[in-house]
């Protein structure tokens, strides 16, 4: 008998823990629809609310730099809002917080890396990374928007290094236009010492964007049934 009872406490307990399990993973896979959905159908001012936040992280998170003796490119931990805006705010509103970011930063709000701010950073050697940082932002949010498929965490990884390479295209450029070198030099300076790290940042990244994003259709997606 008390076999039986026992039995049966450990098979309620199993069935009491499986109930709890799927109740918070459909909480938290309801609670990421419920915000990709609220923010999808929000107004206009709250979404330039979102964009203005992302470009305060980003402004943030340019404090956290170090440089390399061979480049005068800092690593800085920007990135890691640059294509999270992408994927969480989408294409429009990801671009326009990137948008921000550069604009207010020109505009003289110290918030570019070093606590700096003004026209001279943004025609600098670092420029043209944040300007490719709009431009990673809108292509990595124009595939999240429209693809579920692309919000896997094999999708994502392949936008993340999507994005990082756009980064390094237009910084790239404009590092070879102000330093007056060659293509190859400049990606020697501003693409190649930052490749080792920038692969782990986008692991990272993935992993977080997998973890935020719905596997279901909450906007325009042309891929799924909503």
Do not use: H
């Amino acid at each position: 008998m008390g076999e039986k009872a026992s039995e049966l406490y450990c098979n309620a307990t199993f069935r009491m823990c499986m109930d709890n399990f799927q109740s918070s993973r459909a909480f938290r896979i309801g609670s990421k629809y419920a915000f990709f959905k609220w923010r999808f159908e929000s107004t206009f001012a709250n979404k330039v609310v979102l964009a203005l936040g992302f470009a305060c992280l980003t402004g943030l998170l340019a404090q956290v730099r170090f440089y390399l003796p061979y480049t005068p490119v800092p690593v800085t931990g920007q990135i890691f809002a640059v294509l999270l805006s992408g994927v969480v705010l989408g294409k429009w509103y990801g671009g326009l917080s990137q948008s921000l970011y550069a604009g207010l930063g020109a505009a003289g709000i110290p918030w570019f890396n070093g606590l700096k701010g003004g026209m001279d950073i943004l025609s600098g050697v670092t420029g043209g990374y944040i300007i490719g940082f709009i431009a990673a932002s809108l292509i990595i949010g124009w595939f999240t928007d429209k693809y579920v498929r692309s919000r896997s965490f094999t999708g994502l990884f392949s936008l993340m290094l999507l994005g990082i390479a756009v980064i390094y295209l237009f910084g790239v450029i404009q590092l070879s236009i102000v330093l007056g070198v060659n293509a190859q030099r400049a990606f020697e300076l501003g693409a190649l010492p930052f490749i080792s790290v920038d692969l782990y940042k986008a692991l990272i990244i993935a992993t977080i964007a997998t973890a935020l994003s719905p596997r279901t259709a909450y906007g325009s997606e042309i891929d799924t049934i909503k």
